[in-house]
């Protein structure tokens, strides 16, 4: 029996096409055979992509930040600070899903910050503050992650090279930080109080102080964008060290979940990463925590 042309055409067409399709399929499975592949191979070689528990998504936050340059900085935007504290907690927040009022981090300076965390109003407060044991009755501080000395700032010709020189002399302090236990050992300094970080280099570069007192980084961070002030770092006080740290509300089980997803931070490396990130120019000052 002969075949029919027709039913032979359309034999012809439907292998070709059925080939076709067999084909696409396997390039389909192809690709995403080794899509997964690499998915698996990148997960292998760089590790799991963090949990993100959103534990928190329902809760809204007042988290409130003081300025201190590299750790709170503002550059563009006034209401979009930066600095490695913003990093730390727009990590903490990614996992957790905590919303913040008005989508954003409340400024203030740091007495105005302390003041507020103290009563309980705030549930995070940052801005270069180191964990200290006082802090700690009134705070729930996580572990440090990374650790700073103290340093003197002085005009760049005066001669204070040693805080015994302050006799007789001014230190601008900032309202609010720790160093005033220093001055207290010294009774023959006067002070020179202000509101923020930045009025102390203020007061000492146009003469209303002649030295103060704060971390290295930070000093070294206005010096470095600040040059025409004649600043310079006259004396790094020994056995200064402290961690510096995340604050958060004492005895609150939001503070609680912070801490768990903080330490989860931690041990996975994203704490490290983050800061040598952010303070990257400054590292060899530093110990870092790993």
Known sequence: MRSCPAVAQNANTDTKVNNQALQSRNRAFSFWTKLAASVAFGSFLFGSAPALSQSLSDKT?????????????????????????????????????FKTHQDEMAMMTLDEMVTLGRSGK???VAGALSATAERSAHYSVTEPYVYNSVCMVTRANDTIDDI?????????????????????QNPGMHL??????????????TGKADALLVDEIIA????????????KVAYRLPDTETGIALFFKKDSPISRELQKTYQDMLDDG?????????????????TVKN
Do not use: C
């Open 122 to 124: 705030a549930d995070i």
């Open 61 to 97: 936050l007042v988290v409130a930040v003081a300025v201190a340059p590299p750790f709170i900085e503002i550059t563009d935007d006034f209401h979009k600070p930066r600095g490695v504290d913003v990093s730390l907690i727009k990590e903490l927040q990614k996992r957790t899903g």
């Open 164 to 184: 015994k020189d302050l006799q007789n002399r001014t230190l601008a302090i900032q309202i609010g930080t720790n160093v005033t236990s220093i001055a207290d």
């Open 192 to 205: 020179y109080e202000v509101s923020s970080t930045f009025m102390t280099f203020y007061a000492v570069a």
């Open 270 to 286: 994203t704490v490290d990463r983050i800061v040598r990130n952010e303070l990257g120019a400054y590292i060899d000052l530093l």
């Open 220 to 231: 070294l961070e206005y010096i470095k964008t600040w040059p025409n002030a004649g600043l």
